[in-house]
């Protein structure tokens, strides 16, 4: 939901003329919310713009601040529709980049005051925030931020090519090395560095097979096992794949469910395409369709097969990674 405030009959026509797209809030749409009532639409907009004095807007969020993470983007414009300022969730929340947004349909000045985007330099949380990076510690990406603006050097340890664009930033070569104050470790590993910060790829995907009955408790134990094996963060789980009709087998759904992440699910024939990679039983292939479900599964999300197929308990799981 996006919302947007006005405390004019200016800001009103303004708000008509160019956020048509925005849930209209103020006395000329019959809806003026006190500073009381605002908190639930502060909890539940993705997006506020407040079409009046910045102070007005920051008297309003200011009681139902909660984190960067949450919060939603908040932008003031002018009641001249001259200036847009995002004030609140810049980065993580959007706010500058609806703030460009918004300028330009009023055809006005977006005026951006987080340090990175005034030095010309891509924040750490936003650089994360685009490629889907898991954030270990915010505190800790603060601290980050603030040496890239005072301009010290980023240690930067990372198992896939990308880095922020900072001309300060020093790759080295081994996690170990990153592992000090100003150090930053992007790794799916399950790494626990001391030091650094550490941003986890959501990159591996999971493929399962499963028999009637099986439980929740066995899954998420195979799951666990599986990724203690093969030295992965669980939080590098970016999706779980399965056959169609296994799509709402309870104990899949629920362990998605506590997970976080989504589950797809194939016909035999989509899977089929994956085949030849995977060994196959002869009567999977006569009961379902495709001779390898978990490992033609898997292969749906990631390209490179770290774990072919391992079965307990009435589940057959394989473990597949994004290529670098």
Known sequence: MKAVLCFSPGAAQLAKKHLADFAPYGKAFGNSPDRNS????????????????????????????????????VVVIDPAGRYVIPILSGHLGGANALA?????????????????DVLGYEAPDLFAQKRGYVIDDMA????????????????????????????????????????????????????????????????????VGSKKGTTEADLMRLLENTLDVLGLDRRAIRAVHTIDIKRKEPSIVAVCEELGV???????????????????????????????????????????????????????????????
């Not at 460009?100 to 990175?116: G, M, Y």
């Not at 790794?187 to 959501?202: C, G, I, N, T, W």
């Not at 194939?266 to 999977?284: G, H, K, M, P, T």
């Open 140 to 207: 800790a990406m603060r601290w980050i931020a603030a040496r890239m603006v005072a301009g010290e050097a980023i240690y930067w340890y990372s198992e896939r090519d990308a880095g922020p664009q900072y001309p300060h930033l020093i790759r080295v070569r081994t996690p170990e090395e990153a592992d000090r104050p100003g150090g930053v470790v992007v790794s799916e590993r399950d790494l626990s560095p001391e030091h650094a910060l550490k941003l986890v790829p959501r990159c591996v995907h999971l493929g």
């Open 38 to 73: 605002f908190g639930a639409l502060f909890r539940a907009a993705e997006a506020l713009v407040f079409i009046g004095a910045a102070g007005i807007a920051v008297r309003y969020i200011a009681p139902w601040l909660a984190d960067k993470r949450t919060d939603p983007a």
């Open 100 to 116: 460009k947004e918004l300028a330009e349909r009023l055809s006005a000045e977006a005026v951006l005051t987080t340090a990175s």
């Open 262 to 324: 989504s589950l797809y699910g194939y016909s035999a024939a989509q899977l089929s395409q994956n085949a030849c990679r995977c060994s196959e039983s002869d009567f999977v292939k006569r009961t379902v369709g495709v001779g390898n479900v978990s490992c033609s599964a898997a292969l749906m999300g990631g390209s490179e097969l770290l774990a072919e197929k391992i079965a307990e308990r009435g589940f057959t799981l394989s473990v597949t990674r994004e290529e670098k």
